[in-house]
Structure formats: structure tokens, C-alpha cells
């Protein structure tokens, strides 16, 4: 069992940055693989970065990529997503997501253990 609990959300304007942190208590954080997803108000929760255990592999969905940048700092029990160049359509509530199963996982339905989330709103 693993608990997630985000922090860094808040306000930012169009083109500046944010950086979420997940940290996550329980079982050895190096277990899990993990991933960042948001869900915006009437759309369907997505990925948008996935990391492996050692942090080796990434993913990030085309409309991060180039902005987003996931890592992990396995002996801080941190996962992080640095947010630059930020846009409006970035205005969501995200979420960070942990599963034992090891790779880069896009699909929600990969994960198991999920955080309470945090607001990103990105004004212009």
C-alpha cells in the first residue's frame, strides 16, 4: 500500500511554469512505477507523463511534450512535473498515480493507487 499526496498546484499565467511534487509514504517508493494525469471539467481524465521505477523511461502525451518534464527522486519518495511554457488548455486538476507493475504506463486503468490531485489553473 502506497498513500500519494500532491502539492505545487495554483495559479500561473500563459507561458510561465509550475512544478508539482507527488510524495508518496508506505511501501519503498522504488517499487512502483508512476504517472501524472489531470482531468479538465467535462473531459476524460489522461496522461500526460509516465516514469519507471528507476526512472529510466519516460512518456509524455504529444501535447506536453517539449513542456512537461517528469522525474523522481527515489530517495525523497518524490515524483515531480516541471510545467513550463504553460497554456490555458493546461488548466486541469492533476493527479499522480502509482503501480507496482514496472514501464511506462498511459492508461489510468495501469495504475492503482492514486493522490487526492491539485489545481492547476493557467490564466492568460
Known amino acids: 500500500q502506497v498513500q500519494l499526496v500532491e502539492s505545487g498546484g495554483g495559479l500561473a499565467q500563459a507561458g510561465g511554469s509550475l512544478r508539482l511534487s507527488c510524495e508518496a509514504s508506505g511501501r519503498t517508493f522504488s517499487s512502483y512505477a508512476m504517472g501524472w494525469f489531470r482531468q479538465a471539467p467535462g473531459k476524460a481524465r489522461e496522461c500526460v507523463a509516465a516514469?519507471?521505477?528507476?526512472?529510466?523511461?519516460?512518456w509524455y502525451a504529444d501535447s506536453v511534450k517539449g513542456r512537461f518534464t517528469i522525474s523522481r527522486d527515489n530517495a525523497k519518495n518524490t515524483v515531480y512535473l516541471q510545467m513550463n511554457s504553460l497554456k490555458r488548455e493546461d488548466t486541469a486538476v492533476y493527479y499522480c498515480?502509482?503501480?507496482?507493475?514496472?514501464?511506462?504506463?498511459?492508461?489510468?486503468?495501469?495504475?492503482?493507487?492514486w493522490g487526492q490531485g491539485t489545481q492547476v489553473t493557467v490564466s492568460s
Open positions: 498515480a502509482a503501480t507496482l507493475r514496472d514501464g511506462v504506463h498511459a492508461y489510468a486503468s495501469g495504475y492503482d493507487y
Open positions: 516514469i519507471s521505477r528507476g526512472g529510466s523511461g519516460t
